[in-house]
């Protein structure tokens, strides 16, 4: 935001007027989870493949619908839009965002090298509307209190960081646009920029040095486009060394759908050790000498989720009070929770951690600013 100037704010009796840009699998998630939210509405939508906006007419029957972002950019009617088109188009259109004057949520990964996603972070620094990176996992009931434990110094000072991802392989997307790491970034930037997010605000710091390795080994090896080889990782080990001292581990496994749970994650400090697992959505709280006779406690319990957010998607009812923040700050001229340096830092991270892969080395984070 500019220094000394004043954002455009809604009245509480107004209802935030969504626009989306992109109506495919994302888009429709943020379209659910928008109507679930009270104060606010999807009333235009834009996408240039026509079985996308066929998505956008089932979910918000009502809305305008374009072909074009443009347009829907220039309706007076859209307050706020959401950015949810694949990852390498997202600098072209927040730059015709910023041109509107609108408040905008741009789906993770913010971009796909430094380069462009400093761009959108110096631009939003200068700009007089609120500009969110759209980074759900932050907002996971289980995480979330895994976090408010670690920085409340239940496991005292915080030593090591794991967070573990084994899932399903990447699904289709419109002309497979995913499949290629010029698209998207990057595994370790499209999909893990957000559990890079994750290790930054469980750490309150930022990253020095990244190491990784990885491979595709088991996905996508057969698949063929306009006779082009897939070249994403499914399978990767990053460790990230912080200023604090403190470690993270990411453990990233894209063929192991058979799994309890998709997302493992756990900080351990000289005190204790918390956890959390979704979509289990179990909390773990274990503290070394906090049982009888000084030997080690350890409580477990659920962590309960507003039913009407885990109706309306699929990232655990993370979205719905992502929109209920974003809606918040709108209507109060608030900052960002999660601003684009938040996810130029993230795309930093896996962009060194791609190149840590290439080249067998460790990268220094600062090598890339």
């Not at 830092?345 to 190149?355: D, L, P, S, T």
Request: hydrophobic letters at 40%; proline letters at 4%; glycine letters at 8%.
């Amino acid at each position: 935001m500019k220094a000394g100037s004043v954002r455009y704010q809604i009245r509480m009796s107004d209802t935030v007027r969504y626009g989306i840009i992109g109506s495919g699998m994302m888009g429709t998630e943020h379209m659910r989870n928008i109507a679930a939210v009270s104060g606010a509405d999807v009333v235009a939508y834009a996408d240039d493949h026509e079985q996308s906006r066929g998505f956008g007419r089932l979910t918000v029957p009502d809305a305008t619908a374009y072909a074009d972002y443009a347009d829907l950019l220039g309706d007076p009617d859209v307050d706020a839009v959401v950015v949810a088109t694949p990852n390498h188009t997202h600098r072209e259109v927040m730059e015709a965002v910023f041109a509107s004057g609108k408040h905008a949520l741009c789906e993770k990964p913010l971009c796909t090298t430094v380069e462009d996603a400093r761009w959108v972070a110096e631009a939003a620094s200068s700009s007089d509307a609120i500009v969110w990176c759209g980074m759900e996992y932050r907002y996971m009931a289980p995480v979330t209190r895994l976090v408010d434990e670690v920085h409340a110094g239940t496991i005292g000072a915080l030593k090591m960081l794991s967070i573990r991802e084994h899932r399903f392989p990447f699904l289709p997307k419109v002309a497979d646009w995913n499949r290629f790491a010029r698209n998207t970034g990057g595994t370790l930037v499209e999909k893990c920029c957000h559990y890079f997010d994750l290790m930054r605000l469980i750490t309150r710091s930022e990253a020095v040095r990244v190491y990784a390795s990885g491979g595709q080994d088991v996905n996508h090896l057969n698949e063929r486009y306009d006779g082009e080889k897939p070249d994403i990782l499914d399978n990767a080990f990053v460790v990230v060394d912080f200023e604090s001292g403190v470690r993270g581990l990411l453990d990233l496994c894209m063929f192991a759908e058979a799994s309890r749970n998709q997302e493992e994650i756990s900080a351990t400090g000289d005190v204790g050790k918390v956890e959390s697992f979704i979509p289990s959505s179990d909390f773990v709280r274990g503290l070394r000498r906090g049982g009888e006779n000084g030997r080690p406690d350890v409580h477990t319990e659920k962590i309960p989720v507003d039913p009407v957010a885990m109706a309306a998607g699929v990232h655990h009812g993370a979205t719905y009070f992502e929109h209920q923040a974003f809606v918040r700050a709108i209507r109060e001229g608030l900052d960002p929770t999660v601003s684009a340096l938040d996810g130029l830092r993230a795309v930093e991270i896996g962009v060194a951690a791609e190149q840590s892969v290439r080249t067998g080395l460790p990268v220094s984070v600062e090598s890339l600013r």
